[in-house]
């Protein structure tokens, strides 16, 4: 059931990859196809896949062979750690930025962005790349070449959906920029199997920031929020933010904005509880959390004691000598704040053992669904336990089953069906969320007698 390579696939371009729904939307094969023969598209269920003009397309196969969603190049399978989970780290840090305007507009800590301020500052770097939320109807976020502060910060916030963040390599590579890419996991994953395609482009990275990622949600859950703050009929162009912490504080509710001056907050536990009806199927199947192929990953601070919780701090995993250099200027020039603490803490908050075992799930659902696996199962697998995929299979099929809907509005009236059902759910289950909380403090009490 898993890929070999790229025999196995009839046509030397990423349309299998696309119907076997193992495309991560990072835009490596626009960045790398010749014939500009790829464009992106979105799907009915908000997936964001690569499209192929086929009198274009040359049939290089070059596309097929970056493809992160199948395959890992060869350099990058020889230095995968005795633990894909958790990866190495040399170092390990909790803190923020110390520039006032960076850490307030920033979702936790602001380290990434003092970072690339920073290097911007220093010379180190020319430009950055990483990504931009548009004002639009409805708002998309899209990749961007930073190469200003004001730009980096206008840059600062996850956007929690698949953004082909890649394909601005094309723009990179006919120059001689200095870049820092900033990314996740799936996308670090491109943009390696790349530089190992195309030697020039490992001179002009000059440092990889990974950012920590459980899954993304596709484009429909932008939709969807706008859906449940009622602007769907609205025609006017929208910011959406997931997290904004200038509205309730950390960790930060949906903001949305109008360009009429229009504003809307949605709470923080709307956008956790709709993540299952929007994930992507791919993510499911996807071991590397903790982007362990970065030079520094920087994530928020879950489980970890004594941190700012009101503002917001980040983490920081200083896995490279390249990665602790630059993390080390930034101290030492104070653009950082930043204590040292060990990485174990921040696996045990990462919920690290259980990404184990929801990735070994999941993947076992998958092949029994039919689907093909990426070339690198094998490997991950000695690092997991055998796991029951029954509990894992609704969850795919509910995923895999976002484009069935006949169009977006029928999909965004069927996910606010679900997450009414689940609100019901919740209070069906809350009397006895009571009782087993009054039965625990009754048995403890006994048991100090």
Known sequence: MIINNIKMIEKQNVTQVVNQKLCNSCGSCFAVCKAKAIEFKETVGGYYFPSIDNEVCADCGLCLSVCPGINLAKGL?????????????????????????????????????????????????????????????????????????????????SKYCPVPVLSIL???????????????????????????????????????????????????????????????????????QFRDKSCGGYPGNVHIQTINGKSIILPYKLRMRIKDLFTPACCRICFDKMNIFSDITVGDPWGISNVDRSKGESIAVIRTSRGFGVFLQALENNKILARELSYENILAGQNIETKRKEWHGFSDAWMRLGYHLPDYYRRVQRETKNYEAG?????????????????????????????????????????????????YKAYNKILKR
């Open 77 to 157: 399978m020889e230095r995968m750690p005795d633990d894909p989970f958790a990866g190495e780290a040399l170092k390990a840090f909790v803190g923020k930025a110390t520039d006032k305007k960076i850490y307030e507009n920033s979702q936790s800590g602001g380290i990434v962005s003092a970072l690339l301020v920073h290097s911007l500052e220093t010379g180190l770097a020319d430009a950055t790349v990483t990504v931009h939320m548009n004002w639009d109807n409805p708002p998309r976020p899209r990749a961007i070449l930073a190469k200003s502060i004001n730009e980096v910060i206008m840059a600062q916030k």
């Open 170 to 240: 094309r723009d990179v590579l006919i120059s001689e920029q200095k870049i820092i890419f900033v990314g996740t996991s799936c996308q670090v994953h491109g943009l390696l199997n790349i530089m190992e395609k195309i030697p020039k482009l490992r001179t002009q990275i000059v440092l990889i920031i990974g950012l920590v990622c459980e899954r993304v949600m596709t484009y429909a859950a932008l939709d969807f929020l706008i859906y449940r703050a009622r602007l769907s009929n609205n025609n006017d162009k929208k910011l959406l």
């Open 391 to 439: 509990l894992y299979l609704d969850k795919i099929k509910y995923s895999l089953s976002l484009d069935e809907h006949p169009t977006r509005e029928e999909l965004l009236r069927f996910s606010n069906n679900q997450l009414l059902k689940q609100n019901l759910r919740r209070l069906y289950l809350l009397p006895f969320s009571y009782a087993k909380r009054f039965i």
